[in-house]
Structures are given as structure tokens and as C-alpha cells.
């Protein structure tokens, strides 16, 4: 199969935002207890930090880390996690049935990203508590000593503020299920009121607005169109969420996802210019695709009042690797809405990184994250890709490629591929209109024959990254022989024509 992808590096998409190869860690099931905090373990160092999930993060390159939650804030308190260890209070979590002890909270998190060379996402809790226990925290983390809870925090052993940039107005507040669940309507007037008090402590601080759970939601783009209206003038990003499944065990229909993570940012943007035009604003509203991963097999999410219940702990094959890169492709594509977007969820909860006391397994969608954080740098070049379909099922004919491109400063081109084929290997000939491609630097391919491999404790590198030989083809393009079910990252040294 020949496939040709046509580049000029003045079409483009604009900057890349690097914050879209965020991370999100929740307080639930072994992800902060046993994931990143882990005082027994012979691997954390005297904070009780994982020193090896700190390892393995780093080469992950998140800018930012949402945190608390997800569905956990919505009932967290966190005063309940500041102070002496001893005196902090064990409670029940609404969200995964399961007991907090408070051992980890924000000054241990901060502390923590500065290891983990990531910044704090703070998420808010809008279900149960609102706008003073909101400012309380920016004041706590943001402010220099002198107020109440500024000096709290040095009392607590941290003289210098946070400067936490990045705040979450709650967390899927559109949905039932979630803890101080609110229509539309009331959702917003409780953000916009938090937005305005938190933003009078620090006028530097953005804010995420919570938007649609999913496309499943009944109330899919009105929820978001309420809040944005009404909040307009505070909000900088809202949040989308999707988890990606196969539960028809159909890998030629669940390769096709791709298509549909665009038609969601595609919904968005829509429902941005929508709302700008109505504001006749010249204002612009981004995207935060704050969660997103392959979920579905593990479904245990009851934790049966234990601390550090084993919950979600999803295992990841070379299919859903391919999904995974299809999201960052996705958000590479559309850099002008997508300004930040989180992995969910780190470790151990549907997780690339899974521990046990004394080891760390890492999982196949590891590796299309990792290879696209290292390598994706400056604007994103459209791709104009001539290639042949393949029959995904209900999804129709499908483009057999999914394809992401970008284009630094110094010239460094990065193409990266999926090959949805099951059967064939597609030629990639790749042709820059006003460029020639003077070298390969690297090329790199996740592949495998069987679309369920994945890697386990004893089989620890059963899916991995190999180097693919890619050619210069004499006239100043590029062939990349892409392997059936394969993610490739290729880049090349470039120059005017
Ligand atoms: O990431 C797991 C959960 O999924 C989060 O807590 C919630 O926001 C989403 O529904």
C-alpha cells in the first residue's frame, strides 16, 4: 500500500502548546497511596516519594498534573490535609467508596512536582464546598506570608508561595454521579462566583471551567454553552473528558477512534466561535481535554472502605497504545483550540505505569506518549495525507493512516504515524512542498502482530518501542515503510527548497 503525505511549513496550525502532554493524579484506588506515595516501599526516599515512578514520569515531560480529582474533589476537603501527619483525619470517600487518610495532601503534592519536574493543575471542589474554601486554598498556596493562610503554609515549613497557575472550577459537575452534582445554571454562577474571588487574591492565576463528561451526556455542548455564557469574562479553557473502549472486541472499529476525538474538538471549537460571536468578544476560549485514555476492562471502582483498594487497574495493549497516540495526534493536529490536555490517569489507575512495592511495569501506552512529549516541539504543520481506507466496521471507511506533524525552530521535523491496517504495511512518502528533508535524525515504531499484546510482570517488554530505517528518496522527500498496527515517530532535519 502507498500512501503520500504532502507538507508546505507555511500551512500550519499555530504553536503547540507543550501543556498537552499533561497528567492527572486522583486520589483513588493505589494511585497517590502505593503509586506515587509509598513510605514502606525500599524504592521512596525519606518523603516516602517513589523514587522510580518519579523516574519514569519525568521521561513522560508533563508540564502540568491535575490533582486532586476527578470525582474526589467534589467532596475533599483540604484542610483535612494540611498540619502534622498525626493529627490529620481518616475520611470516608464519597467518590470510590474507600478510606482517605489525608497522609498525602497539598503540601506533599507540591513538594512532589517539583521532584516529578511537573507544575500543579488544582482542581476545586464545587460540589460540596464553594467559593471560601476556594480562595482559602489560592491564598494558602499563592499569597506571601502575612495572612491567615499564607502563614499557615510557612508555619507548615514552605516560606515561598506556590504560584499554582492553573485552577480546575470542580470536576465533571455535569454528571449525577458526581458529588454536589448541579444543572448548568447553577454550575456556572458557583464557578464564575469562585473564579472572581480566587482571581482578586491572584491575578495571574487561569481558569477551567468544567464542560461535558463525555458525548454520551444528554446535556452534551448545552452544559458547556451555559457555563461559558455565563461565565465568559473568568473562563480561559473548558474541560472535555473521554475514555475510549472496545468492549466490542472489534480492533478494526477501535482503531477508527481517532475520527471521533476530532469531531470532539471540532464540537468545541464550534461551540467557541458560537459563544464569542454571541459575546462579540475578542476574547478566545480554549480546550483542556483534561481526561483522557483507553478505559474499559478494569471496572472495579468500589473500594469497599479500604485504604488503597486495588481500583481501575487497567492493563494496556498494542491496540489501545494506538488509541492513545490517536489523542496526541489529535491535539497536535488542532493546536489552535487544544491548549492543554491530561493523560488519565498516572499510575496505577488506568495508568501507563503500574507498581508493586519493590518494581514498576511499564505499559504499552507508555511509549507513543513518551516518544511525542520528547519529540513534539514549535507549530503544527497540516497534513495533507493521500492514503487508502480500510472497512472499520460501524465507523465505514476509514483512513488506514493517522497522522500528526510538526515543525521546530531549528528546522526539526517530527511525523508521527499510525498504521490502522491489521494486514498491510503502508509506504509513507513524505514531500515537503517548500522544503527539502536533508536527514533522518531518529525513527522509532511500536508494532506487533497481535493487537492484544501487552506487557506484563513476566513479560515486561513484550510491547516496545524498535528503530525503523526510513529513506531519503534523492528528489528531497522521505519513505517510511509503516508496519501494520504500529505507531511511528519519525524526524528529520530539513531545509528551504
Ligand atoms: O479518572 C477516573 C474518573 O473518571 C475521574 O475521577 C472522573 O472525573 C471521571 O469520570
Redesign the pocket.
Known amino acids: 500500500m502507498q500512501a503520500k503525505l504532502t507538507l508546505d511549513t507555511q500551512y500550519h496550525n499555530g504553536d503547540i502548546d507543550p501543556r498537552i502532554f499533561s497528567g492527572?493524579l486522583?486520589h483513588?484506588g493505589r494511585a497517590v497511596y502505593e503509586g506515587v506515595y509509598d513510605p514502606g516501599s525500599p524504592l521512596s526516599d525519606e518523603n516516602g516519594f517513589r523514587q522510580d515512578v518519579i523516574a519514569a514520569l519525568r521521561k513522560l515531560r508533563m508540564p502540568l498534573m491535575r490533582y486532586p480529582?476527578?470525582?474526589?474533589v467534589s467532596n475533599y476537603n483540604w484542610l483535612d490535609g494540611i498540619g502534622k501527619r498525626e493529627s490529620r483525619p481518616t475520611r470516608p470517600d464519597f467518590?470510590w467508596r474507600s478510606l482517605e487518610t489525608n497522609e498525602f495532601g497539598v503540601d506533599e503534592f507540591v513538594e512532589w512536582c517539583k521532584q516529578a519536574d511537573t507544575s500543579p493543575m488544582m482542581a476545586i471542589n464545587l460540589g460540596t464546598k464553594g467559593a471560601t474554601e476556594a480562595a482559602a486554598l489560592v491564598e494558602y498556596c499563592n499569597m506571601p506570608a502575612g495572612t491567615y493562610w499564607a502563614d499557615q503554609r510557612v508555619r507548615n515549613g514552605h516560606k515561598e508561595p506556590y504560584g499554582v497557575k492553573v485552577w480546575c472550577l470542580g470536576?465533571?459537575m455535569d454528571?449525577p454521579?458526581q458529588a454536589g452534582h448541579v444543572p448548568a445554571e447553577e454550575y456556572a454562577m458557583r464557578a464564575d462566583q469562585a473564579a472572581k474571588l480566587m482571581k482578586g487574591l491572584d491575578n495571574s492565576i487561569e481558569f477551567v471551567a468544567c464542560g461535558s463528561?463525555g458525548r454520551f451526556m444528554s446535556t452534551y455542548l448545552t452544559y458547556d454553552r451555559i457555563t461559558l455564557e455565563y461565565a465568559w469574562d473568568v473562563v480561559n479553557y473548558v474541560s472535555a473528558?473521554r475514555?475510549s473502549e472496545n468492549h466490542r472486541n472489534d480492533t478494526a472499529w477501535f482503531l477508527a477512534e481517532g475520527m471521533e476525538i476530532d469531531r470532539v474538538i471540532e464540537d468545541y471549537s464550534g461551540l467557541f466561535d458560537y459563544v464569542r460571536g454571541m459575546k462579540r468578544a475578542n476574547k478566545r476560549v480554549y480546550l483542556s481535554f483534561d481526561?483522557w485514555?483507553v478505559?474499559y476492562k478494569a471496572d472495579q471502582a468500589d473500594g469497599n472502605w479500604t485504604k488503597a483498594p486495588h481500583l481501575?487497574e487497567e492493563t494496556y495493549n498494542l491496540e489501545d497504545a494506538l488509541v492513545c497516540a490517536q489523542y496526541l495526534n489529535a491535539f497536535i493536529r488542532h493546536a489552535d483550540v487544544v491548549k492543554i490536555a491530561c493523560l488519565?490517569?498516572v499510575v496505577n489507575?488506568?495508568a501507563p505505569i503500574l507498581t508493586k512495592r519493590d518494581g514498576l511495569l511499564i505499559q504499552s501506552n507508555y511509549y507513543p506518549f513518551a516518544l511525542m512529549a520528547e519529540h513534539t516541539k514549535g507549530r503544527s504543520l497540516r497534513p495533507i495525507l493521500d492514503c487508502p481506507t480500510y472497512h472499520a466496521g460501524e465507523r465505514g471507511e476509514t483512513m488506514m493512516l493517522d497522522v500528526s506533524v510538526c515543525l521546530a525552530e531549528d528546522g526539526t521535523l517530527a511525523v508521527f504515524a499510525v498504521n490502522r491496517s491489521q494486514t498491510d504495511s503502508v509506504d509513507l512518502h513524505i514531500h515537503i512542498n517548500d522544503a527539502l528533508i536533508t536527514g533522518v535524525i531518529s525513527a522509532d515504531t511500536l508494532t506487533g502482530s497481535d493487537p492484544k499484546a501487552a506487557n506484563s510482570w513476566e513479560k515486561p517488554h513484550a510491547v516496545e518501542p524498535m528503530p525503523l530505517k526510513v529513506e531519503l528518496n534523492g528528489d528531497g522527500g522521505a519513505l517510511a515503510k509503516l508496519p501494520p498496527l504500529s505507531f511511528t515517530a519519525i524526524r528529520g532535519s530539513i531545509r528551504k527548497r
Not at 69 to 72: A, E, Q, S, V, Y
Open positions: 492527572f486522583e483513588i480529582g476527578g470525582n474526589f467518590a470536576n465533571e454528571g454521579w463528561s473528558h475514555y481526561e485514555n478505559w481501575l488519565a490517569q489507575v488506568i
